[in-house]
T-cell receptor, first 116, second 114 residues
């Protein structure tokens, strides 16, 4: 399967714990995006990378959220000191982009986080 | 600010009748526009895209959308609804400048009645 892969698919954690999610994009895609989706809402943009550079991170929900893409391939999203309000589906997507042009984004199946 | 508005949160149609899901975007010099579909417990799937070529765009499963710059609209249509079309549909805009690469609408839930 050469689509976008996210792991784990489901994560249940206790409040206050740290969690880390992984995203493997389509191999030739240089752009990678993280979104959050809560029930009944559209995906909410969090951050994105072009290769290993994080081009936009001001939309990360708080300083407890951080993302990395160290080698320009896979990415991780970490949430520290989780809160119940962090419970959501976390989506990763990738695309091929150059300057202002951008192909469509392909989405992974998401990681569903439940904070208890 | 960059934005996209889906005018209906829920649309209900009878099987075999036309579908119209409405989308308006904030004006920009060169937006790219997309429609994605999300079936329950499934990932987001691209239906179709507009990237400054033909203004009438055909997608998968018989869907199409027309880009109307004068109306800043990109409505999604299908001549005849099928039960399997029941899902959540998202209009998405990508701007050539700005900090948010893909902006999603809030979604329209399509119900198809037998």
């Amino acid at each position: 399967d050469t689509g976008v892969s996210q792991n784990p698919r489901h994560k249940i954690t206790k409040r206050g714990q740290n969690v880390t999610f992984r995203c493997d994009p389509i191999s030739e895609h240089n752009r990678l995006y993280w979104y959050r989706q809560t029930l009944g809402q559209g995906p909410e943009f969090l951050t994105y990378f072009q290769n290993e550079a994080q081009l936009e991170k001001s939309r990360l929900l708080s300083d407890r959220f951080s993302a990395e893409r160290p080698k320009g391939s896979f990415s991780t999203l970490e949430i520290q000191r989780t809160e119940q309000g962090d419970s959501a589906m976390y989506l990763c997507a990738s695309s091929l982009g150059q300057g202002a042009s951008n192909t469509e984004a392909f989405f992974g199946q998401g990681t569903r986080l439940t904070v208890v | 600010a960059q934005s996209v508005t889906q005018l209906d949160s829920h649309v209900s149609v009878s099987e075999g009748t036309p579908v119209l899901l409405r989308c308006n975007y904030s004006s920009s010099y060169s937006p790219s526009l997309f429609w994605y579909v999300q079936h329950p417990n499934k990932g987001l799937q691209l239906l179709l895209k507009y990237t400054s070529a033909a203004t009438l765009v055909k997608g998968i499963n018989g869907f199409e959308a027309e880009f109307k710059k004068s109306e800043t609209s990109f409505h999604l249509t299908k001549p005849s609804a099928h039960m399997s079309d029941a899902a959540e549909y998202f209009c998405v805009v990508s701007y050539s400048s700005g900090n948010t690469p893909l902006v999603f609408g809030k979604g329209t839930r399509l119900s198809v009645i037998a």
